[in-house]
């Protein structure tokens, strides 16, 4: 059993760590940070009209989360595989006796640790709230857990596209649609509209599958279960089929 999990997993460390480091030996970490917090202050300040809730939480910054991760994960998620291809160093990477589960998990805990540091970065935010007022900083906590969770399964599908396409623009429009249909399930509008057709029934089914409907919970501060499953089975789900068909290439 050490021996396959050796096998399978021996190149986690080296993978997470070249990664990781591709990500910041280049500005586009640092672009993504820049990017990402501007858009979360934009919406979260001017979009939810923040200072006019006269309430000390952190709604009008989280219900925005899902909505951007749609854009911005899939932007970081784009290279994870493509970038082998175009820089020629695929056929080198899949030839090396590593399995290809750490292959996998490094490249995907990488650019989930970016996201994880674009997260940390919005702290200051949470220290405003507590200025103002006497916010429940148990649930801001559960909610960036949960949130930490769905940036996961947000960057599971762009690196898969990614080992799918091997085109960075091909990779994150694919992956973008993609994200926008697991997100816009949960939408009232396209709620509604399945209601209509399929009864209530269907639009529960659809709306199990959202985004929007997993992370609503603990945008209340209620830590769910089924929320937590979801999101590390959806991860877990999409990285297979990164292995898939990154192993795929391997065999061709």
């Not at 540091?117 to 935010?125: E, F, Y």
């Not at 973008?176 to 396209?190: D, E, K, R, Y």
């Amino acid at each position: 059993m050490k021996m396959w999990l050796r096998e399978q997993f021996g190149g986690f460390t080296a993978t997470y760590r070249r990664e990781l480091g591709a990500y910041f030996a280049t500005p586009m970490a640092y672009v993504f940070l820049a990017v990402f917090l501007l858009a979360l202050g934009v919406f979260t300040w001017e979009a939810s009209r923040f200072f006019d809730t006269g309430s000390a939480d952190l709604a009008p910054f989280f219900v925005w989360h899902p909505w951007l991760y749609m854009i911005f994960l899939p932007a970081l998620a784009m290279r994870l595989w493509a970038d082998e291809r175009s820089d020629g160093t695929d056929e080198l990477l899949l030839s090396l006796p590593l399995g290809m589960p750490g292959l996998v998990l490094g490249k995907l805990l990488a650019a989930w640790t970016v996201a994880g540091v674009g997260l940390a970065l919005t702290a200051p935010m949470w220290v405003t709230v507590n200025v103002l007022g006497s916010p429940d900083n148990a649930a801001i906590m559960l909610t960036y857990l949960v949130s930490f969770l769905m940036a996961g399964a947000y960057l599971s599908i762009g690196a898969a596209i990614s080992a799918l396409t091997g085109s960075q623009v091909t990779a994150f429009v694919i992956s973008v649609v993609i994200a926008f249909v697991f997100t816009a399930a949960g939408w009232p509008l396209v709620l509604s509209g399945v209601k209509s057709v399929f009864g209530t029934g269907g639009a529960e089914l659809v709306a199990s599958f959202s985004f929007l409907t997993q992370f609503e919970g603990a945008q209340r501060g209620v830590l769910e279960l089924r929320a937590v499953v979801f999101f590390l089975g959806f991860t877990a789900f999409w990285a297979t089929l990164n292995g898939l068909w990154a192993t795929r290439q391997r065999l061709g």
